[in-house]
């Protein structure tokens, strides 16, 4: 992680460990209501509205920059105000488009390895990506890749399901391109889902 400008590792990696300590508190209290996880912040009564939108509060990214909270503010501004008739095909539209801009990443030599990844993720402000866990089953590498104060959803109100398309379709593109293997990436907790983190179930064949 060299490339990022003015990181204190230590304070970096005392920030996963924070991270990774509160994911598994709030996956001790999570439910399990039908086929769905839900985590301990109850869910919200009726729509998004601007004002959720406004002003996250991202504490390891504020203290890089002072201007994060405009930053994360005018993304989202344009990124969650998509009319509701156009919702379900925009969802697929933004997991092609987060493959696309994976697969570009890596095919323009932006990123080379896992370590370049979490470096460019950190200098465009996407997210802390952390990987937790790889197992091998029935012969796949199932990787659990989770994403910290993650800007698409980041003190966004519980809604009932995730909403980190884009990141998902990105990760699939990333990894398919760098492993040359056939690579599905489905989010299964959220922010947007009651938790304090994004975790991804990453599949790679």
Not at 11 to 40: N, Q, S
Not at 72 to 97: C, E, Q
Not at 149 to 160: F, M, V
Request: hydrophobic share 35%; aromatic share 10%; charged share 30%.
């Amino acid at each position: 992680m060299e490339g990022v400008k003015g990181l204190d590792k230590g304070k970096f990696k005392r920030v996963i460990k924070d991270y990774r300590e509160l994911a598994a508190d709030e996956i001790e209290m999570e439910k399990h209501v039908g086929d769905k996880l839900t985590g301990p912040r109850p869910e919200m009564d009726g729509k998004l509205e601007l004002s959720h939108m406004i002003d996250p509060k991202r504490p390891f990214f504020t203290s890089m920059t002072s201007s994060d909270e405009k930053y994360v503010s005018t993304f989202r501004m344009g990124h969650f105000n998509t009319p509701k008739i156009l919702s379900d095909s925009v969802r697929g539209a933004n997991y092609v488009g987060g493959m696309e801009f994976g697969s570009n990443i890596i095919k323009q030599n932006l990123v080379n390895d896992f370590d370049d990844l979490v470096s460019f993720l950190l200098d465009y402000k996407f997210g802390i990506l952390d990987l937790v866990d790889e197992q091998e089953i029935n012969g796949k590498n199932i990787l659990d890749l989770r994403v910290y104060e993650c800007i698409e959803c980041a003190c966004l109100p519980n809604l009932g399901k995730p909403t980190c398309i884009f990141e998902a379709g990105m990760i699939t593109g990333i990894l398919t391109e760098m492993t040359k293997k056939d690579v599905s990436a489905k989010e299964v907790r959220c922010w947007t889902n009651g938790y304090s983190f994004c975790q991804f179930e990453v599949t790679l064949e």
